[in-house]
């Protein structure tokens, strides 16, 4: 056994036989290194896969082989998978997780106006047919990803993203509430936790950036073709979208309960649960301006416990404003 | 040695799926053992193997059924009926295949992720004309990723497929105190990234919304599945919009801004120069609810002084008190 090779349970390594015979008998003859690649296996753990269903022998009444297949110079091919030979039925949470995500595809691919928007209404079609009542559950769980100001500007990047064009965005920096104006060479479009954004190389940056669709003010096409760097590397959205860096500044904050949304809404470096309710949490960042503007909007309901600095930034911003007023 | 006692556990598992797949007959647990390779001789231990295996066969969502073996005896045969079994006819054209395979990695979630990928798995082990070879780029256009970091999610699904009542803790917005729910969920939503939980509040005895990362600790079934019943025409997206929807923005605030900062006062007001003070605008807005407005303009700090209404004004200078401290 390599070193590499990953524990599946027997359950796991079932589940995945009973795709693989039916995926080779469907197709008679098919390559080694493609199947391996769809199953997301080696070479040599499909190999054993192999030889395990080859292996499979019924001892009555009759004793017999049911499975018969060879692989040779790269090729698989069956010429008897019995009884196996279709796939099983979708189980429910897989014909629910199926769903949901074309649904969610189908609503994001009408914002873009793209082509994709056919095909995987004719693909949901399918698969409800094929899943029949295991696909029932699929309607009691629903996506929305519903920002009005956020269709026109996707229908419009998408069409640059297509073309290969550059476009030059105006974009409302909330940390700093103010609007910047910047050229971008549009990488792709996704939608995260709800919410949909260009990934681009930004040229004033020169570094690959996220932005929010409805924080976009205004987007221009330009005649330039796109040039994304070789070494731009897309932004691993699953490992969060905001990836703070150790040489940000760490801001500590204390809330009340009634401001215990912060947390839920700002991603926290950490969250301490206090007495009463209370919690601490840890913000990294390059840039405190939007600290500062979130403790004054927290007013009491917060206290900036780290670092004196920006607690002191607050408090004189404060002093400054009511100063205003008298 | 645990990956030998794995592979034969497969081997055997596989076995049973063909042999009970292709027999039209209720086949009896001893002939089974007959035919299949791998299960002991002594007869207890063979009992407990027997009984995991067909548990887990039935986890795998293989339709095990049960039957009287033959006309003339009361012995319980087995058997899978193809028909129960065979995902139906499906062919995908090649566009429909990048879909899926788009589709399958939507989900981060534990949860979901194996099942979607499972799914893809199938369709595509069942279509042949049309299919890529799965490793083509995904077509241009927009790659959705859904991500459940809460706990709850999981078991709230399950409750919701299986129409179960659930319990749960709940620290509902701005309360410091727990409060323990009893739900009959009717569907699980995710609305502009966050997820939500809608149905029939046992303990208020009234439709209720609760966003799932306030749920604290874990979520109990507290019900047979089926015992949920979704009254018709109940539509969850509804609900949920409605516990979130905006309120009517019915006040007007005039203010004045520093000419050079507060951009989205600006850009959502109507703004016009300060005869009486250059350097400053004078914009008026419109806003929905006086505190959370107070609030929201207190964060624009000493570049935003309100002008009217008078609460308005009070409510901020209070909010900068609140944070001189």
């Given at each position: 056994v390599s070193a590499q090779q990953r524990m599946v349970t027997s359950a796991e390594r079932l589940r995945r036989l009973l795709a693989l015979v039916p995926y080779v008998a469907t197709r008679r003859v098919v390559g080694l290194a493609e199947t391996a690649a769809t199953f997301g296996m080696t070479e040599r753990e499909l190999i054993d896969d192999l030889n395990l269903a080859w292996c499979v022998e019924l001892r009555a009444p009759e004793p017999y082989c049911p499975i018969d297949l060879s692989y040779e110079d790269g090729q698989i091919s069956i010429s008897q998978a019995e009884s196996i030979a279709r796939p099983l039925r979708l189980a429910a949470d897989e014909a629910s997780a199926?769903?949901?995500?074309?649904?969610?595809?189908?609503?994001?691919?009408?914002?873009?106006?793209?082509?994709?928007?056919?095909?995987?209404?004719?693909?949901?079609?399918?698969?409800?047919?094929?899943?029949?009542?295991?696909?029932?559950?699929?309607?009691?769980?629903?996506i929305q990803?519903?920002?009005?100001?956020?269709?026109?500007?996707?229908?419009?990047?998408?069409?640059?993203?297509?073309?290969?064009?550059?476009?030059?965005?105006?974009?409302?920096?909330?940390?700093?509430?103010?609007?910047?104006e910047r050229d971008v060479d549009p990488m792709r479009l996704l939608v995260v936790e709800g919410r949909?954004?260009?990934e681009g190389w930004c040229r004033r940056a020169e570094g690959v950036r996220l932005f929010r669709l409805d924080r976009v003010l205004s987007v221009d096409v330009l005649d330039v073709p796109a040039a994304v760097p070789e070494t731009a590397e897309p932004v691993d959205v699953d490992a969060g979208l905001f990836t703070a860096s150790p040489s940000d500044l760490l801001a500590e904050l204390e809330l009340a309960p009634a401001a215990r949304w912060v947390a839920e809404d700002y991603p926290c470096e950490s969250v301490t649960e206090l007495a009463d309710g209370r919690l601490r949490i840890g913000l990294r960042t390059p840039d405190t301006t939007w600290v500062r503007r979130l403790a004054l909007r927290l007013g009491e309901d917060a206290r900036v416990v780290s670092p004196a600095a920006l607690a002191d930034e607050v408090r004189e911003a404060a002093a400054a404003a009511l100063a205003q007023y008298e | 040695l645990e990956v030998a006692l794995s592979k034969r556990r497969t081997e055997r598992l596989l076995s049973i799926v063909v042999l009970l797949l292709s027999s039209r007959r209720y086949l009896t647990a001893?002939?089974?053992?007959?035919?299949?390779?791998?299960?002991?001789?002594?007869?207890?231990?063979?009992?407990?193997?027997?009984?995991?295996?067909?548990?887990?066969?039935?986890?795998?969502?293989?339709?095990?059924?049960?039957?009287?073996?033959?006309?003339?005896?009361?012995?319980?045969?087995?058997?899978?009926?193809?028909?129960?079994?065979?995902l139906p006819e499906i062919h995908l054209e090649p566009d429909e295949a990048a879909v899926l395979g788009i589709a399958s990695r939507v989900w981060q979630s534990a949860e979901l992720a194996g099942a979607a990928a499972g799914a893809a798995l199938k369709l595509r082990a069942a279509s042949r004309e049309g299919d890529g070879d799965g490793t083509a780029s995904p077509p241009p256009g927009i790659q959705p990723r859904l991500t459940t970091q809460e706990p709850a999610f999981g078991p709230l699904w399950e409750a919701v497929r299986?129409?179960?009542?659930?319990?749960?803790?709940?620290?509902?917005?701005?309360?410091?105190?727990?409060?323990?729910?009893?739900?009959?969920?009717?569907?699980?939503?995710?609305?502009?990234?966050?997820?939500?939980?809608?149905?029939?509040?046992?303990?208020r005895?009234?439709?209720?919304?609760?966003?799932?990362?306030?749920?604290?600790?874990?979520?109990?079934?507290?019900?047979?599945?089926?015992?949920?019943?979704?009254?018709?025409?109940?539509?969850?997206?509804?609900?949920?919009?409605?516990?979130?929807?905006?309120?009517?923005?019915?006040?007007?605030?005039?203010?004045?801004?520093?000419?050079?900062a507060g951009f989205a006062l600006h850009r959502w007001g109507r703004a016009a120069p300060d005869a009486a003070n250059p350097g400053w605008d004078r914009i008026a807005i419109d806003y929905s609810d006086p505190e959370w407005y107070a609030r929201y303009l207190a964060s624009f700090g000493p570049d935003v002084i309100v002008l009217d209404p008078p609460e308005l004004r009070e409510a901020v200078i209070r909010q900068l008190k609140g944070a001189l401290t």
């Open positions: 199926l769903l949901v995500a074309l649904r969610m595809l189908a609503e994001a691919a009408s914002f873009g106006q793209h082509e994709d928007g056919d095909a995987v209404a004719r693909l949901i079609a399918k698969i409800e047919g094929a899943a029949g009542a295991a696909g029932a559950a699929s309607s009691q769980l629903t990803i519903d920002h009005p100001n956020a269709r026109g500007m996707a229908a419009t990047l998408s069409g640059a993203l297509s073309a290969g064009k550059r476009v030059h965005l105006r974009h409302y920096g909330w940390r700093r509430d103010e609007a910047t949909t954004y260009l | 001893e002939q089974i053992r007959a035919a299949v390779s791998g299960y002991p001789e002594e007869q207890e231990a063979f009992k407990r193997m027997f009984e995991r295996d067909k548990e887990e066969l039935r986890d795998l969502g293989i339709p095990l059924e049960t039957g009287r073996a033959s006309q003339f005896d009361d012995d319980l045969g087995y058997r899978i009926s193809r028909q129960d079994y065979e299986d129409r179960r009542p659930v319990t749960f803790d709940y620290l509902a917005s701005g309360r410091s105190e727990v409060t323990k729910r009893t739900l009959e969920p009717w569907g699980v939503v995710n609305r502009r990234g966050r997820w939500y939980v809608a149905g029939h509040d046992r303990t005895n009234a439709p209720r919304v609760f966003r799932l990362s306030r749920i604290t600790g874990p979520v109990k079934l507290a019900g047979p599945p089926g015992s949920v019943k979704v009254p018709e025409g109940a539509d969850i997206r509804e609900l949920v919009k409605g516990w979130d929807r905006p309120l009517a923005r019915n006040h007007t605030a005039t203010l004045r801004v520093r000419a050079d």
